[in-house]
């Protein structure tokens, strides 16, 4: 999006025509130690390590030579630029700087800045450029600042700034060019009052705050504006015909997600869409999310490239003249009122990349010319009432990644020529009328990474074995169908399927081994079949099995009170006759009488050859390492990737021990499994109990990359929320790390205990365990992104991935696919070759999960912090509302996000109809404080969860707003009346 390419570097130019300093008069030397003392005085209020980049300040009187400090005019000995961006800086801003009379140029962007900004800055005559962007300050904007008559740059984007917007920037900053105070708090109207003008205005940036009333009809007193957004605040009013006709240059319309409507009682679009006439060079216009009425009317500007028109009224068909827009290349008309067949002229939008059409009215079939659109990446006409055959011509779409066609009325067979669709990594056909088999040409796809849904038609026969090919597909969803024959034991080889259902139809046989034993499987839902034989032996040593179900089939033989079959609850056993054990509502077992027999020889074999094998392996990892230690004569080493490393942190550890520990590595021990290895828990000698995470040997060099991956984060990085490391012990065939046992599990398993107990309804999480879980989570993550030495991306932030220790005190943990960022900017990735990769893990799956994996991702993306936002904004939600993320995308067909977007903010008690923590007693906050609590996390999981990365904010934001929200609950016990939302009865009664 182009929020993307906010053009700084325009202003940069400016610099070099800053000229006012080299107008001043000599300074006498008083003046310059003036300039010295103003320094040191901002110093004092600074917080930074020894080795920081203000490590030079104060060591030599020639204060010209500090870091970020540019001197000019006679003599150069005023300060007349003090840069220091991004240099991890905390503390407040002292009002000392207003003493430096010459500068024209202050920049303390992108550091940890809290408290306000000084009033003395309004005495800095001279500022051309004023940057206190991404920091933590809070109170109102000083009204000084409007009065700096030099000012052309001013951003105090990205912090908690409060009250209104002072008048003056409209009606006294007359040089003003370029003026950003996008997410904070700021209230009020925009006050730029008709007899006020700011000539020079380019750049106009208010987006995420809190202001209300209408757009100023004043904003065409600036007349070169190029760039208006006002996104994502509680504008109202009708949308302005008699502004932006005023404005001939403007490129970029942002006025999403405010409350505005249009003409003739929210009814008529067309005197607003008539008013962009004159803006021939608009490029991107943002309406959604305003409940606009009226139909698609008017012509639009031709040079258009991106229509966000979703989440409103809009009713009527799409008119054909929109085909006349054929420079878009993104356009989303999705959840409106929309009727009517698609236009087959759409085709004539060469340039199209991005399509959505979804949840209207639409009817009639899907027009073949779609196809002919060379660069669709994204297709989601889901949710309408289109019917007939799916088009052949969508194997024309080379660069098709996301197809989603599910809740129509489509019928016909799937075409065997989707599976020429080689990019596809979404394929959502669910919830239509289609037949006929399963095509094995797209059973072959083995592009799908994310998911294939074809649940909910009427598809018959067998499962096609090509299944096996889609090695990277995450989830897979055949269920409702006709489905008959055996379920295929090759569809073990589908070795990232972590949801996998194939319920309700007519397949017979056993189910297979290889299925069950899947390593990341997670949800298995086979019920309603004809299935038959005993339940597999591996569902009892399954560490990744949440959630199964094989209800109403024909399986037969006891049920072990084992592994993952002693957590589920009865339902997930009923109508199997033929079962029988402990399970409630199903028949006892006839108790058996064992045969006596001899004590068979082979394991004590066995055993001989384990124990002998265990010693040679403790004494080579030993061995190797005492050589080392001393050779080197050092008091630890640590083998690292076949490398020493110095580590006096970290007790020496050998295999031996941590077999020890863990008595074996046996099956009874492992309490988890990952990507690239199993976790063992264990009892040093020292009775210390720990978690030993044992990589795979079998995964060569990939499991290698990921161990010194992790190593490399968590040797680099220390937080009380983060998963902190023991010690480890590598050698050639061996890599395992050892980490403190959590007492309490993941949050994973308390969000979603298995068979009820003390842990049911919710896992006994009360909300205010859930403010202090999020609260963890968003201060490791914040940790990672802004202040650790190194900055990290997880790239796989999921419930299941936050540990929760003896104190309910959430730490993050697996960062086995983690990038590492390179230099000061958290959101910059290095440019090494791992991390400016394609946002692909190392064993080529998408980062993450299926329902958190950001959207951006999924169409080519590279690791970034954003990615993270937004998967933290999926948990937030899903720990608010009770729901899976899958759960909302397989029944659905929604992201969480959508899902509620949808019901938010009319209607919040379906929000949280299905939140466990409700119906829990509160002890901490009061019911009255929890409910707008409980509104504003809404809106912060919907803010982070935002499709562009751009609008998302950072986790130093979502940290700091977490953080006073607990303590507003804290201190004042009650709600504080910021926000309110109307339910009849309590959010917190059942």
């Known amino acids: 999006m182009a929020k993307l390419l906010i053009p700084i570097i325009i202003f940069h130019v400016g610099l070099v025509l800053i000229a006012v300093a080299a107008a001043a008069a000599a300074a006498p030397p008083a003046v310059a130690d003036d300039d010295r003392s103003a320094l040191l005085a901002f110093l004092s209020n600074v917080s930074a390590d020894p080795g920081s980049a203000l490590a030079d300040w104060g060591r030599s009187p020639e204060f010209c030579n500090w870091t970020g400090v540019i001197c000019g005019g006679p003599g150069r000995r005023r300060v007349t630029q003090l840069v220091l961006s991004g240099k991890g800086l905390s503390g407040v801003i002292s009002p000392a700087l207003g003493r430096l009379s010459l500068v024209t140029v202050l920049d303390l962007s992108s550091n ?3 408290g306000t900004i000084p009033p003395e800055l309004g005495a800095l005559s001279m500022l051309a450029q004023l940057s206190l962007t991404n920091n933590l300050l809070e109170g109102a904007i000083p009204a000084g600042l409007g009065f700096l008559q030099r000012l052309y740059y001013l951003d105090l984007s990205d912090n908690r700034l409060s009250g209104g917007i002072p008048a003056a920037l409209f009606c006294n900053c007359s040089s003003l060019q370029y003026l950003d105070l996008a997410n904070n708090s700021l209230a009020g109207d925009i006050p730029y009052a008709d007899e006020c003008r700011v000539p020079s205005l380019r750049f106009l940036l208010l987006w995420s705050n809190d202001l209300s009333g209408e757009i100023p009809p004043a904003l065409a007193n600036s007349p070169i504006l190029e760039w208006v957004d006002f996104e994502s605040n509680y504008l109202s009013g009708e949308l302005p015909s008699r502004v932006f006709d005023k404005l001939p240059r403007l490129q970029f319309l942002y006025l999403s997600y405010n409350n505005f409507s249009s003409h003739g009682g929210n009814t008529d679009l067309g005197p607003f869409f008539r008013s962009l006439s004159n803006c021939t060079r608009l490029q991107e216009l943002e309406l959604a999310g305003n409940d606009l009425g009226g139909r698609l009317v008017g012509e639009l500007p031709g040079g258009l490239r991106q229509l966000h028109l ?20 993104y356009l989303n008309l999705s959840n409106n009122l929309l009727n009517g067949s698609i236009p087959p002229d759409m085709s004539r939008m060469r340039r199209l990349e991005r399509l959505y059409l979804s949840h209207n009215l639409l009817s009639g079939e899907i027009p073949e010319s779609i196809g002919e659109i060379p660069h669709l990446g994204l297709v989601d006409l889901s949710g309408n009432r289109l019917a007939g055959a799916i088009p052949d011509t969508f194997s024309n779409l080379t660069q098709l990644r996301r197809l989603m066609l599910h809740h129509n009325r489509l019928s016909g067979a799937i075409p065997p020529s989707l599976g020429d669709c080689l990019n596809l990594e979404i394929l959502d056909l669910s919830y239509n009328g289609l037949q006929g088999p399963i095509p094995a040409h797209v059973a072959a796809l083995s592009s799908l990474k994310l998911y294939l849904n074809l649940s909910n038609n009427h598809l018959e026969g067998p499962l096609p074995l090509e299944l096996s090919k889609m090695d990277m597909i995450l989830a897979l969803d055949l269920s409702a169908n006709e489905l008959t024959g055996a379920i295929p034991a090759q569809l073990g080889s589908c070795v990232a399927l972590e949801f996998l259902n194939l319920s309700g139809n007519a397949l017979r046989g056993a189910l297979p081994a290889p299925v069950v034993a899947l390593p990341f499987l997670r949800t298995l839902d086979v019920s309603r079949n004809a299935l038959s034989g005993p339940l597999p032996e591996s569902l009892q040593v399954s560490t990744s099995l949440r959630e199964a179900d094989f209800s109403y089939n024909n399986f037969s033989g006891e049920v072990p009170r084992a592994g993952v079959l002693a957590s589920l609850s009865p339902e997930a056993f009923r109508g199997n006759p033929g079962l029988c054990g402990y399970v409630p509502g199903i028949a006892a077992c006839e108790p058996k009488r064992a045969p006596r027999r001899r004590r068979p020889l082979l394991p004590a074999v066995v055993g001989i050859v384990a124990a002998v094998s265990l010693m040679l392996s403790a004494v080579g990892c030993r061995s190797m390492a005492t050589a080392r230690a001393k050779r080197l004569g050092r008091r630890s080493v640590r083998l690292v990737d076949g490398e020493e490393e110095v580590e006096r942190e970290h007790p020496r550890i050998s295999y031996r021990e941590l077999a020890e520990a863990t008595g074996g590595f046996v099956q009874e021990g492992l309490i988890g499994a990952g990507r690239f290895g199993r976790v063992y828990e264990g009892t040093l000698r020292g009775g210390a109990r720990v978690a030993v995470k044992v990589l795979d040997p079998k995964g060569g060099g990939e499991v290698s990359g990921s161990f010194k991956r992790e190593c490399e984060v968590l040797r680099r990085t220390r937080h009380k929320n983060l998963v902190r490391v023991i010690t480890t012990c590598s050698t050639a065939g061996f890599n395992a790390l050892v980490l403190p046992l959590m007492p309490n599990g993941s949050l994973d398993g308390f969000l979603y205990p298995h ?13 205010g365990q859930i403010m202090g879980i999020a609260s963890d989570v968003a201060e490791g993550m914040a940790y990672l992104h802004h202040y650790a030495p190194v900055r990290v991306v997880h790239c796989d932030l999921k419930p299941s991935n936050v540990l929760l220790d003896e104190g309910m005190r959430a730490v993050i943990s697996d960062f086995g696919i983690a990038r590492l960022l390179a230099g000061a ?34 169409l080519g993306g590279h690791p970034s912090t954003q990615g993270d936002v937004y998967s933290f904004g999926v948990m937030l939600l899903e720990l608010i509302t009770g729901k899976r993320p899958t759960d909302v995308i397989f029944h659905e067909g929604l992201t969480l996000h959508d899902w509620v977007r949808r019901h938010y903010p009319h209607d919040v008690a379906a929000v949280l109809a299905h939140a466990p923590w409700r119906g829990r007693p509160l002890q901490s906050p009061p019911a009255a404080a929890a409910e707008v609590a409980v509104v504003e996390l809404i809106e912060l999981g919907l803010v982070c969860t935002q499709h562009s990365p751009a609008l998302r904010p950072t986790m130093a934001d979502v940290c700091h707003e977490i953080t006073l929200l607990r303590e507003d609950l804290a201190r004042h016990g009650a709600a504080d009346g910021r926000r309110s939302f109307s339910t009849k009865d309590s959010l917190f009664s059942n």
Do not use: H, K, M, R
């Open 755 to 767: 068979g009820g107990g003390d842990n049911g309804d919710g896992g006994g999480l009360d909300f």
């Open 825 to 858: 900017g958290a959101g910059e990735a290095s440019s090494t070759s791992e991390e400016s990769a394609p946002c692909n893990s190392i064993t080529g799956l998408l980062q993450g999960s299926v329902g958190y994996i950001a959207p951006e991702y999924g």
């Open 310 to 329: 979703e989440d409103n009224a809009i009713w009527g068909p799409i008119p054909p003249n929109i085909s006349g827009l054929v420079n878009l290349t």
């Open 112 to 114: 940890a800045f809290a």
